[in-house]
């Protein structure tokens, strides 16, 4: 079966940098997302992964190994605004998109 | 503004009752999708609709039934529900079904059934 692995819960303090990892197991792979979501809000889209390496985007970057079928969200200089649950999804050989249950990350002062 | 709009904000539906979502995106996206979110599970995929028609139907039970009557709008209608339906209802669309292709979220329905 296809499956997305990510902890359930963080935390982390202000201004520190945290690391949530996803492992997965899919049939064939076509690329891997982050999202974004706010309590009672949209999921919204944070990066794209497709090539093994690293994604920088400002505060936030995206690992990616497919031999390892590995990938991590590091978020640097953390802000209470960080506070939300980051969902990992996969897109398998239909194009399908495969979804973890997502990590809610707790910012403490 | 996501660019993808639902309404209502929240339902609770008895049930016996018949009452529809509504999901309308801005983006001239041609692919639109409905999720079922609940708490501390993965999104579940339910519907895809491809330029308007029907290309995944993730065994979704007949008490949910989709409407796309064009590529901007998207419907799930909702009828006989059960108490475990009660869920965030999440409307997504792309530019279409594919690699690389960023999915829009709107901010979801939530249901409850009573």
């Known amino acids: 079966g296809q499956n997305i692995d990510q902890p359930t819960e963080m935390t982390a303090t202000e201004g520190a940098i945290v690391q949530i990892n996803c492992t997965y197991q899919t049939s064939g792979f076509n690329g891997l997302f982050w999202y974004q979501q706010h309590a009672g809000e949209a999921p919204t889209f944070l990066s794209y992964n497709v090539l093994d390496g690293l994604e920088e985007k400002g505060r936030f970057s995206s690992f990616l190994s497919r031999s390892k079928g590995y990938s991590y969200l590091l978020l640097k200089e953390l802000q209470m605004k960080d506070s939300a649950s980051y969902l990992c999804?996969?897109?398998?050989?239909?194009?399908?998109?495969?979804w973890g249950a997502g990590t809610k990350l707790i910012i403490k002062p | 503004e996501t660019g993808v709009t639902q309404t209502p904000r929240h339902l609770v539906m008895g049930m016996t009752n018949k009452k529809s979502l509504k999901c309308e995106q801005h983006l001239g996206h041609n692919a639109m999708y409905w999720y079922k979110q609940s708490a501390k599970k993965p999104l579940e995929l339910m519907f895809v609709y491809n330029f308007k028609e029907q290309t995944e139907n993730n065994s979704v039970p007949s008490r949910f039934s989709p409407e796309c009557p064009n590529s901007s709008h998207l419907f799930l209608h909702l009828h006989t529900l059960q108490p475990e339906d009660s869920a965030l209802y999440l409307c997504?669309?792309?530019?279409?079904?594919?690699?690389?292709?960023?999915?829009?979220f709107g901010q979801g329905t939530r249901l409850t059934v009573v």
């Open positions: 997504a669309s792309s530019q279409s079904e594919g690699q690389g292709t960023e999915a829009f």
């Open positions: 999804a996969v897109m398998d050989s239909n194009y399908q998109l495969i």
